[in-house]
Nanobody, 122 residues
Framework: QVQLVESGGRLVQAGGSLRLSCAAS????????MGWFRQAPGKEREFVAAITWSGGSTYYADSVKGRFTISRDNAKNTVYLQMNSLKPEDTAIYYC???????????????WGQGTQVTVSS
């Protein structure tokens, strides 16, 4: 089992920045690819960003490319999502997720956190 706890979500004005954190515990963190997803009211959960177990490769949804950056610190068992130039359409609950070994850009992850709310006001 891998336990994931997100933090850092809050209300922010459009154009602002936030950094989300996801702390992992349980299994060996560096064995897992990590992803960030989001779900807005009335919409399906969607892929935002992902990173390989080593941090050597990253992947982004087109809607956040150039604005968001995913990173990880395997020594701290933590993955981050730096979000810049935020827009009202970025408002959603943000979830981190872990998948053993192989990174994917779908929702096929093994473990999920409880989510953190990000609200961007116009």
């Amino acid at each position: 089992q891998v336990q994931l706890v997100e933090s850092g979500g809050r209300l922010v004005q459009a154009g602002g920045s936030l950094r989300l954190s996801c702390a992992a515990s349980g299994r060996t963190f560096s064995n897992y690819a990590m992803g960030w997803f989001r779900q807005a009211p009335g919409k399906e959960r969607e892929f935002v960003a992902a990173i390989t177990w080593s941090g050597g490769s990253t992947y982004y949804a087109d809607s956040v490319k150039g604005r968001f950056t995913i990173s990880r610190d395997n020594a701290k068992n933590t993955v981050y999502l730096q979000m810049n130039s935020l827009k009202p359409e970025d408002t959603a609950i943000y979830y981190c997720a872990a998948r053993y070994a192989v990174v994917v850009v779908t929702t096929e992850y093994d473990y999920w956190g409880q989510g953190t709310q990000v609200t961007v006001s116009s």
